[in-house]
């Protein structure tokens, strides 16, 4: 499809997608609002943590997760308990039928003493089916609490035992105060924090100028470099209820941090702080066909942080911020296709940052910064010499069935012999394509060029934005 240039009088012409109507095909009716759907309970693997108390337990302690003590053992003990309730519930239920059976035959003679017997076992099956749930309830509130298994490359400990993949870019510039971001923003007025503070507060910013051409133009170039690879393009809610957001693996880590997402008052929803969520809950409580997967998809979203964290060096300008655009990339594939489907985030976000002339770096995340809901996690640091240090770009997470066990995100049968019953659930990966205001930093403490007085002569910006520039020059 060619799309016309700004200005030009050419019309663009769609071709529904296979399966879809026009809207001309059918008669539209209005149905009104559609009523708000809750998700089932999450399908949490309370066997496999059974089976592998060991290993879950030695794993949460290497993530650090914020668990209580003996929850491992916990759900091993409840699980037991539940098989045990489960099979004496199934012999009272079938034992039930057959009582219902006999006293339903005609030439059954002591129907009456069955009668009884019947609603004797029919009391136990309902005394039974509520330990069964209590039992449910109890292991959901301790498996939660468990992170996902770990990738057996991933480095142990903190942040400082990430290991470095690979390096790319031009040589790093030497560190220097002059090349700070804010005050080049400030300087070549593209940046506001003033009137961000005054607006809103501290850590809300403007954009203006070119810098609003800036941002639109990056968003563009990673819609454009995400579609050329097979991702298809969505635009987000902004807006998720907050148990999707739980099921994602973005509940608090501990009592002190309760306040990481905006809360909407007197209602179950938040502020999206990715568009990971929203997209992740694309594809919940369905069934994808395991011949069309992986399934692709880019998208934009306004993230929104409220632990934009303390004043200081670290924080300054746009490094952390409140709210910020993010074009996310993420996907659906089978179990298999998982570890390949990470290389391809991680090769489409190369690709992207190379364009852009950063000097960046791909490093292997430790144990301790993979959060609740990744198995494996790359993270993505441009030099920035105004902040004399590496800083995050971008992320790619494979959280393997994580999501898909608590979205219910499952797949066909990818093969004529999988056992129909067999829970297949889907995999599930992200990747940070743009975060806007971090590439911003990084593009403008590299690309500002400073006449033999020290002063802000030009700023040097990607070639390859161009052509996204706002129909300016």
Request: proline letters at 6%.
């Amino acid at each position: 499809m060619m799309l016309p240039r700004l200005g030009s009088s050419a019309r663009c012409h769609f071709k529904p997608r296979s399966g879809l109507r026009t809207l001309g095909a059918a008669r539209a009716r209005h149905t009104g609002p559609r009523p708000s759907v809750d998700l089932p309970p999450p399908a949490l693997d309370y066997r496999g943590i059974a089976e592998n108390v060991v290993y879950k337990s030695h794993n949460a302690f290497n993530r650090k997760a914020p668990m209580p003590v003996g929850t491992v053992q916990t759900v091993e003990r409840l699980y037991k308990d539940w098989k045990d309730l489960d099979e004496e519930l199934n012999a009272r239920r079938a034992q039930h039928n057959a009582l219902i059976k006999r006293v339903k035959d005609p030439e059954e003679r002591d129907r009456n003493s069955l009668i009884d017997d019947a609603r004797g076992v029919k009391s136990a099956v309902q005394s039974l089916e509520s330990r069964v749930k209590e039992i449910e309830s109890q292991l959901h509130a301790h498996a939660s609490f468990i992170p996902n298994d770990t990738h057996p490359d991933t480095p142990l400990g903190p942040e400082p035992s990430a290991r470095v993949l690979s390096q790319h870019g031009p040589e790093p510039l030497p560190a220097s105060p002059l090349r700070d971001h804010v005050e080049i923003g400030r300087q070549l007025k593209l940046i506001d924090l003033d009137a961000g503070a005054l607006a809103t507060g501290a850590s809300w910013y403007y954009l203006v100028n070119e810098g609003a051409l800036l941002e639109m133009a990056l968003i563009q170039f990673a819609f454009a470099v995400a579609t050329k690879h097979g991702f298809r393009p969505v635009l987000t809610p902004d807006v998720v209820k907050a148990d999707v957001a739980r099921r994602c693996g973005f509940a608090p880590r501990d009592d002190a941090q309760v306040q990481h997402m905006y809360h909407l008052e007197n209602s179950d929803l938040v502020l999206t702080g990715t568009a990971e969520i929203p997209l992740a809950a694309l594809f919940a409580n369905r069934t994808l066909d395991a011949a069309s997967l992986p399934q692709k998809v880019v998208g934009l979203g306004r993230a929104f942080r409220s632990e934009a964290g303390a004043r200081g060096a670290d924080t300054r300008g746009l490094y952390r911020v409140h709210q910020f655009s993010k074009v996310e990339l993420f996907a659906a594939t089978l179990p298999a296709q998982s570890d390949a489907m990470m290389e391809e985030l991680r090769a489409v976000q190369v690709e992207l940052f190379s364009q852009l002339g950063l000097p960046f770096r791909v490093l292997d995340m430790p144990s301790e910064e993979l959060g609740a809901s990744a198995y494996r996690k790359y993270d993505m640091e441009a030099w920035m010499p105004g902040r004399g240090k590496w800083g995050e770009i971008s992320s790619t997470s494979n959280c393997t069935d994580y999501q898909s066990r608590r979205l219910h995100i499952r797949h066909s049968a990818s093969a004529a012999n999988e056992v129909r019953s067999t829970q297949r659930f889907a995999h599930t990966l992200n990747g940070t394509a743009a975060a806007i205001p971090r590439l911003i930093v990084a593009l403008l403490e590299n690309g500002v060029v400073h006449d033999e007085g020290g002063k802000i002569s030009s700023l040097r910006l990607p070639a390859v934005l161009a052509r996204y520039w706002g129909g300016c020059d």
